[in-house]
């Protein structure tokens, strides 16, 4: 059973040890990354050895926050930490061999499973990345590449301070890294308004493809890889895509179901208004997250998935 840690006796034991690697989960976001970068350097910038165990599936768009920081081959950890991951069925395939091995959990998420020995935990935050820089800010200084790392982690976990999980809380910790050196403008533009053409094309398929039910209170679409091949769009191309079905107004359950390239399984992401459940929803499928956005995947056909929708929707909204 894992124990609990306080920011501060999570700081004495990461002090109080070396040589770690630190995990981030499938489909890395913003927030996994982010966090997961600015740790590492963190560790390292008080004289401890700390690396990244290379996620297979970050994309372009990410990958630049995390350059440098992955572990060689050879490296063997005496201390495993992962970062803004919900459960171990979560990391990807070249972390398996820690699945029982996670010393240390730091996450926001309140469907934390509670695989590692330890965990910091705090479900009231909005990102990962606001419980890191309260870590960080324990034992070592924030410098412009940790603030920078910070930045992306928490920006995009609120899409930008728009979503409803932003707090007054996410507005001072935004505040703190740009005196620390992050540089809000370029990554604002970097992360939210630059889009590429296969984005914006498939953009066009959603709100074209999109699905209303129950009084157009629900909306839903399915992405299939045919789309996004007539796109071009890529894995950056579907960052945060699934925040567009509840911006449409009435909307109180956006639903996408998208399609993984050259994966059997659906990624379907759930994101709702105030007092209904995103995380009750995913959990029917034994997905999670937080209130107003959670996820699963599955292996069934996308229009089977929307099928086994369609009545827990209509309990929530009839």
Known sequence: MTKHLTIKETGLYLLARDNFLILTHRRPDGDTLGSAASLCRALKSVGKTAFLLANPETTPRYAPFTDGLDAPPDFSPACVVSVDTASEDLFPDNAQIYVNAVNLSIDHHPSNTGFADFSLLDAGRAACGELVLDLISEFAEVDTNIATALYVAVSTDTGCFSFDNTTADTFAVASKL?????????????????????????????????????????????????????TGADEDDMDNIAALPVSIEGVEVGITIREL?????????????????????????GGGGHARAAGFTSSEPADVIKERLLPILAELLS
Do not use: W
Request: proline fraction near 3%; charged fraction near 20%.
């Open 178 to 230: 740009a005196s620390f050196g992050a540089p809000i403008s370029e990554l604002n533009r970097t992360l939210f308004r630059a889009k590429s053409r296969g984005r914006i094309a498939v953009e066009g398929l959603l709100f074209t493809n999109i699905e209303f039910h129950f009084n157009d209170h629900a909306a839903i679409v399915i992405i299939s890889n045919a789309m996004s091949e007539q």
């Open 261 to 285: 390239k050259n994966s059997p399984e659906c990624k379907v992401s759930v994101r709702s208004v105030e007092g209904i459940s995103a995380n009750g929803i995913c959990a029917y499928f």
